[in-house]
């Protein structure tokens, strides 16, 4: 071998060797990135903004793979975590979701029942009401008093139940009454005996019926002589004259 083929094979050698050292100095890299990172585990970002209050479904998120290092303790790592919860604030499209912004679905308290009205979607606070809230709900009455020459009429508005849970929104919906045709939204309350009588009084013979919103923490029971409201009040003559029969 000349000194020619000589110096071939050293830098032939030397390349070989560099080589080896590239390859060991990546993998320990990688071994140092693995060791910081560690293994990863399955989480769930959303897929769609969801508002407050609104259930959050397994269609509504992707699964995606963080190291678990990184993972807050509150990630949600499993579908079956969703099952009855609802949002608890307005949620973000790509927010990875977290048990903290969930709370479970409203349920019914003992001596409660469920019923379900439709609500003129005009009326219903503009789209504002949601699960777990509370409402007032007002309905509009004509009343008829006397006879002959002596029959008048005039109109009350009343308050038919104060602090009603809503259970449940659906979909808008477009209903067909007196062949008039108006977008209604049903609306499930939580409800005892007696106020799920009213509201059914009140969506069979009410002219309009009317949902207050009631702002968290003020619930406050309005009294019986409020309750009631006619425009005889407010020009000076008896506000709930002739009212005791219709609401007792």
Same mark, same amino acid.
């Given at each position: ?43 769930? #970002?959303?897929?769609? @903004?969801? +508002?407050?209050?609104? !259930? %959050?479904?397994?269609?509504? =998120? ?5 190291? $678990? ?75 008829? #008093?006397?006879?002959? @020459?002596? +029959?008048?009429?005039? !109109? %009350?508005?009343?308050?038919? =139940? ?5 259970? $449940? ?75 005791? #029969?219709?609401?007792?």
């Amino acid at each position: 071998m000349n000194a020619r083929q000589r110096r071939g094979m050293l830098l032939l050698l030397a390349s070989v060797l560099l080589a080896v050292g590239a390859f060991a100095g990546v993998l320990a890299v990688i071994n140092d990135v693995e060791s910081k990172v560690g293994p990863e585990t399955t989480a769930f #970002e959303l897929t769609t @903004d969801v +508002e407050p209050y609104q !259930e %959050v479904t397994a269609d509504q =998120v992707r699964e995606v793979r963080i190291p $678990e290092r990184y993972i807050p303790p509150s990630a949600v790592t499993d579908l079956g975590q969703l099952d009855d919860q609802v949002a608890v604030g307005p949620l973000a499209e790509g927010s990875l979701l977290q048990r903290d912004m969930l709370a479970d679905r409203p349920e019914l308290d003992p001596g409660q029942q469920e019923i379900a009205v439709m609500i003129d979607a005009s009326t219903g606070v503009a789209g504002k009401i949601y699960p777990g809230a509370s409402i007032n709900m007002y309905a509009a009455f004509s009343v008829r #008093e006397g006879q002959g @020459d002596q +029959e008048s009429e005039y !109109e %009350v508005v009343r308050l038919m =139940v104060n602090n009603a849970e809503v259970i $449940e929104v659906g979909d808008l919906t477009e209903v067909e009454d007196d062949d008039e045709r108006r977008e209604a939204v049903p609306i499930t309350f939580a409800l005892d005996n007696t106020d799920a009588q009213r509201v059914t009084y009140a969506e069979a013979f009410a002219e309009q019926v009317r949902l207050a919103l009631v702002a968290p923490g003020d619930e406050e029971e309005i009294p019986e002589e409020e309750r009631t409201y006619t425009i005889i009040g407010d020009i000076g003559g008896t506000p709930n004259a002739g009212l005791d #029969e219709l609401f007792p």
